[in-house]
């Protein structure tokens, strides 16, 4: 535990949650060209509920709920769950942040469990499965090499979508590398491609479907 909150280091590198980073990308103008907010923007429903599967240290969700969204994270990795709350407790005592933490609730545990046993379905499902560490580690940035020792990869990525297919969500979204294959091979209903990332629209059918 330090000043700035809860780290982990090791072997000349740090790891910590830190959503005061993000504060600028949460503005109203930027926030609605979002790839995220644009790809789960849900239309009719006053207060949307969202899961995000594979939570990791919840920036995908601190844009959700930013956006409105209720989010329930699950992290299945005790030690990024742990950063990971702990950056939810510093977000909550910041009054740029405080409001979109009360959307946010960690369950730490794995994600296809959680969402086999949610007890109502949620109005989007959000994936970010890791992939496989790249061969050229050099390339990989700092923090996406220590959540890589951390995290290991998606095992059954056909088990994670049906998984979330199945929560009577009215959309799945994953989240991809721009250039990646489409998770379990599946093809999506959509997609939102930026230079870095894609997100892949899976739509299930519901009475508020978007």
Do not use: H, W
Not at 151 to 172: F, H, I, S, W, Y
């Amino acid at each position: 535990m330090r000043s700035e909150g809860l780290t982990l280091v090791g072997d000349g590198m740090e790891l910590r949650g830190d959503f005061s980073r993000t504060v600028n990308r949460l503005q109203q103008n930027r926030l609605s060209r979002e790839l995220l907010v644009r790809a789960a923007r849900v239309r009719g429903v006053r207060n949307p509920v969202a899961v995000d599967a594979t939570a990791g240290l919840g920036e995908d969700s601190l844009l959700l709920a930013a956006a409105g969204f209720y989010v329930t994270l699950f992290e299945r990795d005790a030690i990024i769950a742990a950063l990971l709350r702990d950056a939810i407790r510093r977000g909550s005592e910041d009054a740029r942040l405080s409001e979109y933490m009360a959307r946010m609730r960690l369950v730490e545990g794995d994600g296809v469990e959680g969402m086999r046993k949610l007890d109502e379905p949620p109005d989007v499902v959000l994936l970010d499965p890791m992939f496989p560490a790249r061969k050229k580690s050099a390339s990989v940035k700092k923090k996406l090499q220590m959540l890589q020792r951390l995290e290991r990869p998606c095992d059954n990525e056909e088990e994670l979508l049906n998984a979330a297919m199945q929560t009577g969500a009215g959309k799945v979204v994953v989240k991809r590398p721009a250039k990646g294959p489409n998770l379990a091979g599946t093809t999506p209903s959509y997609s939102l491609a930026g230079k870095a990332v894609r997100y892949d629209v899976y739509r299930v059918a519901r009475l508020n479907q978007v």
